[in-house]
């Protein structure tokens, strides 16, 4: 039965990962997969998240199932940090919540809903996007289309070329926006560009969805909202997909959020009975450990401001390593400009590296970038910095 099954490729990112953690190179630098590393090189539990599974430890007095939408103090505060603690859709009730198993299960979980509920509906992502959106879209059989995003030799947004592709989108479809650090380019639009995309999907009537997986990892954890609360502004419409594996650094604990939006609390209410049929019938209800972390430290005061305070420090390293790099590259005697590097934000950045030159820098030096030249800023070190520069001055050359 099985012999006729071919392997499947590599996941072009995880399995970077594996060739990585084989290479015997003792000087290997990993700027491949999108994991938080600190000035050692390690991804650090948060002490805020070490503290709350001490409390939980001797609270939890049951391992019983969680109910499928997951613990009701996570869902309430997920939608505080999305909308902020006053906004109307709070008090109007008009959002509902479902802890799913990290950002992955919320776009997936997603997809099968849009898949189920607006079946003629076509969903759009930004030219690039995280490699695994169009896999996981196509999974459930949704047809997927891409707009206009990066203009690879400005190494800006092009943002004319993306509202006019944006403007093509027909009413009922559905649009992938990624909140804030967007996943390659590090790119953003502007809050007044954010409020020139929530005026088109008010006029051309599609769905947005909002794929929020690096909130705080930008500039702050409220600004990092706005792009998805000016849209809330003009649309009564939307879907967020939030991960909690970078900002609290859970990646091993699948914790992520699926949100719906709705124009009145009886179509939030309905809607998500819907939601809540495609969990029961695809893992049927969500781990507990990381909602219960993310949920304690969300809802104690002092817990928030250690968490908040952990973020700002994994936010600022990052920005110190973006400067750190284009310095450096200039110091070992690049010309090619790579000052766009320390205007980006988040983990991620589009070097601008060719396939051949990622390749080289493999085979030759041991560092590991994905083949689009995509680098992950949080792997560099102020001790990597010196031999990865070095290596990419070599390879420029
Ligand atoms: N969306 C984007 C844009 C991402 O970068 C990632 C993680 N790399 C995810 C979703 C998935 O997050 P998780 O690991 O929580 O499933």
Redesign the pocket.
């Given at each position: 039965m099985f012999e006729h099954i071919q392997a499947a490729p590599a996941d072009p990112?995880l399995g970077l990962n594996d060739a990585y953690k084989k290479d015997p190179n003792p000087n290997k630098i990993n700027l491949g997969?999108?994991v938080y590393k600190d000035e050692l090189g390690h991804t650090p539990i948060l002490k805020a998240v070490k503290q709350a599974e001490e409390r939980l430890l001797l609270q939890e007095k049951s391992k019983n199932y969680l109910s499928i939408e997951g613990r009701p103090n996570y869902r309430s505060a997920v939608q505080t940090l999305l909308f902020g603690k006053d906004h109307q859709i709070i008090s109007k009730q008009l959002a509902q919540t479902a802890h799913t198993?990290?950002?992955?299960?919320?776009?997936r979980v997603a997809a099968e809903f849009i898949k189920k509920h607006l079946p003629e509906a076509t969903i759009w992502v930004s030219n690039p996007?995280?490699a695994?959106?169009q896999s996981v879209f196509q999974s459930v059989g949704l047809e997927v289309g891409s707009y206009s995003y990066y203009n690879a030799d400005s190494k800006t947004l092009d943002f004319e070329a993306m509202l006019a592709s944006l403007s093509q989108v027909p009413e009922g479809d559905v649009v992938l926006f990624?909140g804030c650090c967007?996943?390659p380019t590090g790119i953003d639009p502007t809050p007044e560009q954010w409020y020139q995309l929530a005026k088109l999907c008010s006029k051309q009537g599609f769905l947005a969805l909002f794929?929020f997986?690096?909130q705080g990892f930008g500039q702050s954890l409220n600004d990092d909202a706005q792009g998805l609360r000016t849209f809330l502004d003009h649309v009564p419409e939307m879907l967020i997909?939030s991960?909690?594996?970078?900002n609290f650094g859970l990646?091993n604990e699948?914790?992520?959020a699926l949100t719906i939006v709705c124009e009145t609390s009886d179509q939030a209410e309905s809607a998500f009975t819907q939601i809540k049929r495609c969990i029961r019938t695809n893992y049927s209800n969500p781990p507990s450990h990381g909602s219960a972390v993310v949920a304690e430290i969300l809802n104690d005061a002092e817990l928030y401001a250690l968490w908040e305070s952990e973020l700002d420090t994994m936010r600022t390293r990052i920005h110190e390593m973006r400067s750190l790099f284009v310095n450096t590259l200039r110091a070992k005697g690049v010309n090619q400009d790579f000052s766009f590097i320390s205007q980006q934000q988040g983990m991620?950045s589009f070097s601008g590296l060719t396939p051949d030159q990622v390749a080289q820098l493999r085979n030759e030096f041991g560092i590991y970038i994905v083949g689009s030249g995509r680098i992950n800023v949080a792997g560099m070190t102020h001790d990597n910095m010196a031999p990865l520069c070095e290596a990419i001055a070599s390879v420029i050359k």
């Open positions: 990112i997969v999108g198993p990290g950002g992955t299960g919320a776009l996007t995280w695994n959106h990624h967007h996943n794929d997986a690096y997909a991960s909690f594996s970078k990646y699948r914790v992520g991620f």
